[in-house]
């Protein structure tokens, strides 16, 4: 039985200059916007450091928490989604929406929901107490009900450049509001610690990680201030982050994530698992041909439980031009059940470790997170360096850097800037959208953006 020679490192820069002709090796490196660079060979003589990340949690037997993302402003149509989704596959749901603006409303849309089997977290915005309080209430005091309350009054003044009342009265009323719901319900989380707004703005890998963690930090610090234990705190705190088309750097990014979580645990003196929310990216999507949006979130998703996500979260593929309807959020439903149930993406603990490429990246990007996390400290703190106007450019230049490699077309946007579809199909869409909210303006916001944008209304 014959077997292949393994080639030595300098074999292969050997074979590789050769077949480069007249292009020198290093234009195989790639810097990307953290100014980390990616080789084009990796191995153990390149000092590559294990890592093993894997997710601590099992979801009922599942690898992943499939959750399903509704949302909307009738109390009626929403149960029916919510009951449709958990019926055909999802565990759990994120609502969001005019179901939230109170009990009654909200007590409606759950109708035949056990909490107590399958989480329900919220996505309020600057309404996240009033929403807790009435997810609390409909839960009538379970103590196994699964409530994800997710405050996150930070990615909502970041993204507005300011809030209804002060972003401190903003951050103390959720830590109020989490000390109040922890006692009646042990099971529930409380925060949602959240890098995705520096990622939907355009910020590179470890800028979203940094201010994930800096967000946590504030969570934490304030709820230990309104009255919870650090312990408490801690694990009341879920990471969001997104993860998108470019599925190796977002399953790097995700157990990169792990890594700055146990420096952080560790430094408030309680060592914890992170628990991480996963949510597709928006920023990736196209509207004027949504349909290669469906290989996008396949991807993200893959990046997501391939990196070890908790919770995976797919969007609609609609999401660009409206609210996603009942044939979209199958399509995100049924897009997790065959990565879980057919690919079996998660019957590997870690099945990124291991790859010297993966375990270089990880590390790549963990350590170049928390660097730009202590930077963010020492600028006084998330909510601090974002009044100083001081994380805005930062975020600014990275996406510059995006945009100039589509731009000259070292990136491309399959069916935006390549293999455009002449002739594209609509989807339809629901009616609604985020309501208004009047803010006073403090800070410049981190505005949500899409690439495709740009190449779509020069194309119109």
Not at 127 to 138: F, P
Not at 340 to 348: F, I, P, S, T, Y
Not at 363 to 392: M, N, P, S
Request: net charge negative; proline share 5%; with cysteine.
């Amino acid at each position: 039985m014959s077997s292949f020679a393994t080639p030595t490192p300098l074999e292969w820069r050997e074979a590789a200059q050769k077949a480069l002709k007249e292009r020198p090796i290093e234009s195989l490196l790639h810097l990307d916007a953290d100014q980390l660079v990616t080789r084009p060979l990796y191995a153990g003589a390149t000092g590559v450091q294990p890592v093993f990340a894997p997710r601590p949690s099992d979801a009922e037997g599942r690898a992943w928490d499939l959750r399903t993302q509704v949302e909307g402003d009738d109390a009626e149509a929403v149960n029916a989604a919510v009951l449709t989704d958990l019926q055909e596959g999802a565990a759990s749901v994120l609502l969001s929406g005019g179901v939230l603006a109170d009990v009654a409303t909200l007590d409606r849309a759950l109708q035949g929901v056990a909490l107590e089997l399958a989480p329900v977290a919220l996505d309020a915005g600057f309404a996240g107490v009033e929403a807790a309080d009435a997810l609390a209430a409909v839960a009538k005091g379970s103590p196994r009900a699964m409530l994800r309350f997710h405050l996150d009054p930070i990615s909502a003044f970041a993204e507005a450049g300011g809030s209804p009342r002060g972003i401190d009265d903003e951050l103390s009323a959720a830590a109020k509001a989490a000390v109040r719901h922890a006692g009646v319900y042990p099971d529930a989380s409380l925060f949602l610690a959240s890098g995705r707004v520096a990622h939907e703005a355009g910020g590179s890998a470890a800028q979203e990680l940094a201010f994930a963690a800096s967000s946590a930090v504030a969570y934490v610090k304030a709820a230990v201030e309104a009255g919870l234990s650090v312990e408490a705190a801690l694990k009341g705190v879920v990471i969001g982050l997104s993860v998108d088309q470019e599925y190796f750097d977002a399953l790097a990014k995700v157990r990169a994530m792990r890594l700055i979580w146990a420096n952080l645990s560790r430094a408030f003196g309680v060592e914890t698992q992170a628990i991480i929310e996963a949510r597709s990216s928006r920023r990736m999507l196209s509207a004027r041909d949504p349909w290669p949006n469906l290989l996008r979130l396949t991807a993200a998703g893959f990046g997501g439980a391939v990196g070890g996500a908790d919770v995976v979260v797919l969007d609609g593929f609609t999401r660009a031009t409206g609210r996603p309807d009942a044939f979209a959020r199958r399509q995100a439903r049924n897009t997790q059940l065959v990565l879980m149930e057919e690919a079996n993406l998660g019957r590997v603990d870690d099945p990124a470790a291991g790859s010297w490429y993966l375990d270089a990246r990880t590390h790549d990007l963990a350590l170049a997170g928390w660097t730009e996390f202590q930077t963010i400290e020492a600028e006084g703190g998330v909510i601090e360096a974002l009044k100083g106007g001081v994380i805005q450019p930062r975020i600014a230049r990275a996406r510059a850097v995006r945009e100039a490699a589509l731009k000259n077309g070292a990136a491309q946007i399959i069916g935006v800037t390549k293999y455009v579809d002449a002739d594209v199909r609509s989807a339809p869409v629901e009616a609604g959208g985020e309501p208004a909210v009047t803010v006073t303006r403090v800070c410049e916001p981190l505005t949500p953006i899409r690439f495709a944008a740009a190449f779509e209304e020069a194309a119109q």
